[in-house]
């Protein structure tokens, strides 16, 4: 039902910043949660950030909060990872979810987008 489409993605230099897109089409995606997670090189998918419908309520991972920003733009049925002091262990593939009711650790969300690339080198 919710089709996503992450954008933004690519190879940075540690200290660098990078801005992640997902344009989101379907049906209801203004009450949606919306969030992030990545996937490591050899290691499982993990949970990064989530932003409520509203936009008022927003969570982070502890090994990204203070750095990560994300933000959404229902206007542009849009959500959004600011990436700010990349660091080599951010590298992986990131990953937009969308979830009619609430986005958990687990990764059990009821869509995912294809994935961006993001490549932090020191």
């Known amino acids: 039902q919710v089709q996503l489409v992450e954008s933004g993605g690519g190879s940075v230099q540690a200290g660098d910043s990078l801005r992640l897109s997902c344009e989101a089409s379907?049906?209801?995606?203004?009450?949606?949660?919306l969030g992030w997670f990545r996937q490591p090189p050899g290691k499982e998918r993990e949970f990064l950030a989530l932003?409520?419908?509203?936009?008022?309520?927003?969570d982070y991972a502890e090994s990204v909060k203070g750095r990560f920003t994300i933000s959404r733009d229902n206007a542009k049925n849009t959500v959004y990872l600011q990436m700010n002091s990349l660091k080599p262990e951010d590298t992986a593939v990131y990953y937009c979810?969308?979830?009619?009711?609430?986005?958990?650790?687990?990764?059990?969300?009821?869509?995912w987008g294809q994935g961006t690339q993001v490549t932090v080198s020191s």
């Open positions: 932003v409520s419908w509203s936009g008022v309520s927003t």
């Open positions: 979810a969308a979830d009619r009711t609430w986005i958990l650790p687990n990764g059990d969300v009821d869509y």
């Open positions: 379907g049906r209801t995606f203004s009450d949606i949660v």
